[in-house]
């Protein structure tokens, strides 16, 4: 009676997460869409309202101050070539 009841109660959960997302993922998905379409087009019209000239390039990096490696680029291996 138990496995009966476990079986009817997965089924029932099946299809009725069939039917909500039939009606449900559409509308989500055209929300996610119209979302990331309104910010791209955001983007683009702050991209076209500065003042940058075409082809400059701008890179937000901050300085290495005196005294400090630049941990980024990797370990330094010191090696002899053989002849």
């Known amino acids: 009676m138990g496995l009966l ?3 009817l ?3 029932t959960f099946y299809y009725l997460f069939k039917i909500i997302s039939r009606y449900v993922m559409p ?3 055209k929300r996610f869409i119209n979302k990331m379409q309104n910010k ?3 983007q683009q ?3 076209q309202q500065s003042n940058m000239k075409e082809g400059e390039t701008i890179i937000d ?3 290495i101050k005196e005294g400090q490696s ?3 680029v990797g ?3 010191d090696y002899e070539e053989i002849d």
């Open 27 to 29: 509308f989500l998905l």
């Open 70 to 72: 630049n941990n980024s």
């Open 40 to 42: 791209a087009q955001q």
């Open 9 to 11: 109660v997965i089924v």
């Open 61 to 63: 990096k901050k300085p």
């Open 45 to 47: 019209n702050n991209h």
């Open 5 to 7: 009841r476990t079986l």
């Open 75 to 77: 370990e330094y291996v």
